[in-house]
């Protein structure tokens, strides 16, 4: 039985979590910063890096506590390594070479996407390579081919904002918080899409990627005309994202190999909007869904300790002078989108 202890600090959410390869979470643990970010409308990197700095070796206490187990019991070190904010990306990695050189175990830098994008697996143990996946969060929107662990085809990304960030900045723009996605979907429950009529980016275009941009700056107009409420805006931004996600696997979708099943992941997946419209989609093309439960679908340490159990069985361990990296795509090969300013 190979027991794995996870560190994620990528973003907001400093997390550990230990996972064994039977799928069992032991423990997990943790400390997001909302109310440190809130004042600023987003996410400040360098209050990020601070936070992490404070919570990451308390939070690995934690887990450690709670699953009354020692060093000893540990396999390996699975620690995000990147993509994201680096600050925080260099606290918890440096946390989890610490611990690895202390302990005497291997590291394992966990992409933090692989950390999504396996997530599924360590929810439904019925989920097998291949399949589809749909990574919406808060820095990333993208579809892959998920061929098994750090085999990846990228066939769609944003041209410019990610999924996610077009909730937080259309929330921000309504008034109504943050971090906005929870907050966009609330609203949007209370109004009447067919009362707004916002454009939906790159419906229809030969080619396979997204775009949020758009959508958000239209969002500025209508709030700015002082016609609409609030919550009407919100439930036709919601339902613009639901229509721009639908339409962009389905043009993947008609020019891919059959695959057999979908998976959602990342923060935006937690959606129940959008998990709906994926739902219907798979059963019109006869394809499995699954998504792992919310908690698992925003960031956490359970996802790279899970990565990090896949790349250990794999034979796959990382050397201590393994550097952070802000920018680390699952797969380098795929073709540039076009658009400066492009998120990989
Ligand atoms: O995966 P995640 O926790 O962090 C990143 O790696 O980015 O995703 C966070 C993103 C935020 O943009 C947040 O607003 C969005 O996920 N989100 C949602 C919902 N819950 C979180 N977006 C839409 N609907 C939700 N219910
Ligand atoms: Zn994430």
Redesign the pocket.
């Known amino acids: 039985m190979t027991l794995i202890l996870g560190i994620e600090s990528?973003?907001d959410e400093t997390a550990a979590s230990l996972v064994r390869d039977d799928r069992t979470i032991v423990a997990h643990a943790l400390a997001g910063q909302e109310e440190r970010h809130r004042p600023f409308g987003g996410v400040v990197p360098e209050i990020a890096a601070r936070a992490h700095a404070e919570y990451a070796a308390p939070l690995v206490e934690q887990v450690m506590k709670e699953a009354q187990i020692g060093p000893n019991d540990i396999d390996a070190i699975a620690a995000t390594a990147g993509p994201g904010l680096i600050g925080g990306v260099m606290v918890g990695l440096v946390t989890g070479k610490a611990l690895a050189m202390a302990w005497d175990k291997p590291l394992i830098a966990v992409n933090?996407l692989e950390g999504?994008a396996l997530s599924p697996r360590l929810a439904d143990d019925s989920v097998e390579f291949p399949y589809l996946l749909l990574l919406v969060?808060?820095?990333h929107s993208q579809l892959l081919r998920v061929n098994g662990v750090g085999d990846y085809n990228r066939l769609a990304t944003t041209i410019d904002d990610a999924a996610g960030e077009a909730f937080d900045k259309s929330a921000k723009i309504l008034g109504l918080g943050f971090p906005g996605g929870p907050a966009v979907e609330a609203s949007a429950k209370l109004g009447d899409a067919s009362k707004v009529d916002l454009p939906r980016p790159l419906l229809g275009a030969k080619e396979p990627h997204f775009s949020f941009a758009g959508l958000k700056s239209a969002v500025v107009r209508v709030h700015e005309s002082g016609q609409h409420a609030v919550q009407d805006i919100a439930a036709s931004f919601q339902s613009a994202v639901v229509d721009c996600l639908e339409d962009r696997i389905e043009y993947s979708l008609a020019r891919i190999e059959p695959i057999n099943t979908l998976v959602v992941a990342?923060?935006v997946a937690s959606n129940s909007a959008i998990r709906a419209m994926l739902l219907n989609l798979t059963q019109r093309h006869d394809m499995r869904f699954t998504a792992p439960p919310p908690w698992l679908c925003?960031?956490n340490a359970a996802m790279i300790a899970w990565a990090g159990i896949e790349r250990f069985a794999a034979g796959l361990t990382d050397g201590l002078d393994f550097a952070a990296k802000p920018r680390w795509p699952l797969d380098n090969d795929a073709a540039p989108a076009r658009g400066a300013g492009v998120k990989a």
């Open positions: 990528s973003c933090h999504h969060s808060g820095g990342g923060g925003t960031d």
